[in-house]
């Protein structure tokens, strides 16, 4: 079994470059997967564009899970950012020191040449199978899948990529699949995969790292998984190929932007980009930010918390006085009485959604003390309709009072609120009913 160390997946996301060898081969390699990939590099944003026009509140609820989700003990998310760090941490940066400072230029590709040394046919063949494994490894754990010795559409899966996971796995073709081995890569690896030993897998850099994630008790038993697997998604990969028209020249005049490229050299490219770039850990860094922010999503219930207030309220609040309303001429009725009642009522509802949703606290605040304002605004107009009935009644006539809400609901604005008791105190009523959604 391994180990697994990883950041936080915000620290993560936050520390991918914004410009480096990596991210100009991405580019270079953008007419795969056009328009698929784009270099996020700030989990915060991430969070904000998948919730588009969510509230603030909302938002931060979501971030606060996600990273929450990330750290939590055996996470899925944390198994699978690992699995994509160690892939590229097992080859790479054996060039660094002599790309140093380069990032925005082409690599004088000679002046790295003694650093990096071309991989056998076996080696690589190997490195594109386990490449290959990892990334249907990491689909399952993030799309709770059984592990991958339960299941057999690799192809199907590969096929519904989209965004960075369709960039990686273009890649994987492109960079460890024809580039390396040739046109006829696919039924190349898998002639070399079938006829491998032992020895060969044991001794391979990726196959002793990740070793766990091939089913199988032996390495005898996890070579005939890896050669059954890799028998399984060859027509996939001659699918893609053909698709693409994907073939070495290609590639290389793609990367003539990234790398001064020489003729004789050739065989040095594959080795070349294994050991100044890591995109499957760039991009599957964005995959796995991606993954545990939907599940994020999933889990935070989208409650309109602004709407559920009001919905409320406005059955608490009173509407403006019907015309010449009974209780106008109660020399017993009690408005301001009514009103504090009303403020009661409405607190309760204010204190329920409270404690219901913490997560959306501040915008609830604010609508509450919004509603606060408009039932005084309300009370002193209705007051003022009172008095004039009094005045009326006094002078034993009767005076039409229009409301602005005439015809709304057929109650008296004073009905009690269904389910609720009388408010007591200033604002502070306790009502006997229970709001439920």
């Given at each position: 079994m391994f180990r697994m160390i990883t950041p936080p997946?915000?620290?993560?996301?936050?520390?991918?470059?914004e410009t480096s060898i990596t991210t100009r081969l991405l580019n270079a390699l953008d007419y795969l997967a056009p328009g698929e990939w784009e270099n996020n590099i700030d989990f915060d944003a991430l969070v904000r564009s998948a919730l588009m026009d969510a509230s603030a509140a909302r938002i931060e609820a979501v971030n606060r899970h996600?990273?929450?989700?990330?750290?939590?003990?055996?996470?899925?998310y944390q198994r699978a950012a690992w699995i994509f760090r160690t892939i590229d941490t097992t080859d790479r940066l054996l060039a660094a020191t002599a790309i140093a400072g380069k990032v925005g230029e082409k690599i004088d590709f000679l002046s790295i040449l003694d650093r990096v040394t071309p991989k056998s046919d076996v080696a690589q063949a190997i490195d594109l199978a386990m490449k290959l494994l990892a990334e249907l490894t990491v689909f399952g754990l993030l799309n709770g899948r059984p592990t991958i010795a339960e299941w057999r559409d690799y192809g199907d899966v590969l096929q519904s990529y989209t965004k960075e996971n369709a960039m990686r796995i273009a890649a994987v073709v492109a960079l460890d699949g024809v580039l390396p081995l040739g046109p006829d890569f696919a039924t190349k690896a898998q002639d070399i995969i079938a006829n491998i030993d032992i020895p060969d897998?044991?001794?391979?850099?990726?196959?002793?790292?990740?070793?766990?994630l091939v089913p199988g008790l032996s390495d005898a038993e996890r070579l005939g998984f890896l050669q059954d697997f890799f028998s399984n998604m060859t027509g996939w990969l001659q699918d893609f190929q053909a698709k693409h028209h994907l073939m070495p020249d290609q590639i290389l005049g793609k990367l003539g932007s990234v790398v001064e490229l020489a003729d004789d050299k050739l065989d040095y490219v594959g080795a070349f980009v294994d050991a100044t770039t890591d995109y499957f850990a760039h991009t599957g860094t964005q995959t796995v930010a991606r993954a545990v922010?939907?599940?994020a999503i999933a889990d935070v219930p989208e409650v309109q918390v602004v709407d559920d207030f009001q919905f409320v309220v406005d059955d608490v609040m009173p509407i403006d006085a019907d015309e010449n309303d009974a209780r106008y001429l109660d020399d017993d009725y009690d408005l301001d009485q009514a009103y504090t009642e009303r403020e009661g009522e409405m607190d309760d509802v204010y204190a329920e959604m409270k404690a219901r949703h913490k997560e959306e606290l501040s915008e609830l605040r604010a609508q509450h003390r919004a509603e606060r304002e408009r039932l005084k605004e309300q009370k002193k107009a209705v007051k003022g309709n009172y008095k004039k009935a009094k005045k009326a009644r006094a002078k034993g006539g009767r005076i039409r009072i229009r409301s602005r809400n005439q015809g709304e609901r057929g109650r008296s604005p004073f009905d009690t609120h269904p389910g609720r008791g009388k408010g007591k105190g200033k604002g502070r009523g306790k009502g006997r009913g229970r709001w439920d959604d």
């Open positions: 997946v915000g620290q993560l996301v936050d520390s991918l470059p996600a990273r929450a989700l990330y750290a939590e003990q055996g996470s899925p897998l044991g001794g391979n850099p990726i196959y002793q790292r990740i070793s766990g922010i939907a599940q």
